[in-house]
């Protein structure tokens, strides 16, 4: 698996829409920061505060995640590179190499947000959140920077990327199975929007409260500027032993196909 890892690593070094994913978060972030700055100050109207949430990330993450589950899992296969992979490695190292390569893509997308937070903040200037994610919430609680702060920003952003991942991170096994990036991108944007609402629903019925708890869905994992560190420790737990699940259908899924 390291050897795959290594291999995995120097693709991606030199892939464009791993580079491209990550510099239009890290544009976004600063947008959505400063006109957070501006909507604060009354810059801007209701019609225009709307257009701001474009810039979120839980719109943008929402949207690149799935693509970046696509382009690592689903572009050996239509470059016919899998079948060097699988000669060198194997089929299990293969699948748990690009779950870890995919799954730390997709929280680094969230990592530009928690610096823009700590930027912002160091500013002293006055925020207004355009919508209440944990990410606005921070920038716009303003208050003296200190260590401490640094270090609980820098943990809601780690929590947060890290549990995005996992409610993208049934695109692993969609990848597998239709090896198409662009189309694992529109189900895995789409699931992002209808698994959230099914969870809801879900964690009202009795008896399968329990269990939506037990995955990245459930509306008590989301990290807040409240959240102790008990909580955002589990969190993290929920999020990558649900990241190994999907790793293991991937897995079994792959076991079993053939590869043209």
Known sequence: MINQLRADLYVLRHSGPAVLCLLACTVAAVLYTWLQHVLAQGSLG????????????????????????????????????????????????????????????????????????????????EFAPAIPTAFSLLLAEGGALDAGEVRSILAITLTSGLLTAAKLSVCLPLAIWLKRPLVVMAAGFVWSFLADLLAGELSEIQGLDALVRLTPFALEHLPTVDSSGGELLGTLAVSAVFIAVMGLVSWLIFRRADVK
């Open 46 to 125: 209701p019609e225009a505060a709307s257009g701001v949430q474009g810039l979120s990330d839980i719109l943008l993450v929402s949207l690149l995640g799935p693509l970046l589950f696509g382009v690592v899992v689903s572009q050996p296969f239509e470059t016919k590179s899998v079948h060097n992979a699988l000669l060198a490695s194997g089929r299990g190292a293969f699948v748990a190499s690009k779950t870890v390569i995919a799954a730390g893509l997709v929280t680094a997308l969230s990592l530009p947000y928690g610096l823009a937070v700590l930027v912002g903040r160091a500013t002293e200037a």
